[in-house]
């Protein structure tokens, strides 16, 4: 949970979208599906969070109660990023479900994707990897909580983002956990 508090010191407007007492994802089934494990700190924002959408720029994809494994084949079915790798893209990354293949866990409205690399076989020590829309990729050796509150407390610089990444005085939406 540490991490996630340190998020929230960063980013003090998410805080009025943390759902109390937790948000019950079903882990044994998305990881299922998935067929890996996620970082706890993930886990632990997931739970805390819905999906959070920072200054209208950053998507962070958190799984929804009731659609586990609709998060999951979308993490296993990258096709973006399967495109990329057949044309030979993605400098040496690969997509999941390859051994250290990447996950997304966030996007921006400029085609930014953010990673996990999932090597070594312990996902809370995942990198975070990033492809900017420019098709520069970076690696940072932190989770992406880790990585989230580094960015907004501007200690992590993302090269190849926007000159206004991170604003200011980020806003964060939180969208609804209704599934029809």
Known sequence: MQRVEELE?????MTRWRVPGGRAVDWAALEAGL?????????ALAEAYPVLVI???????LPTPGTEALWASGAREDEILQDLYEMGDTEGYVPFPRPGGLICWAESNSGDSFYWRTSPAD??????????DNAEWFEFPVGAVEFLAGVYRRTIDVPGMPRDFPG???EVLGLSDRVD
């Open 123 to 132: 996902p809370d020590a995942w990198p975070v990897v990033v492809r900017t």
């Open 55 to 61: 200054d209208d720029f950053l998507m962070v994809s």
């Open 35 to 43: 067929g890996a494990a996620l970082p706890s700190d993930f886990r």
């Open 168 to 170: 200011d005085h980020p």
């Open 9 to 13: 010191a960063a980013l003090a407007s």
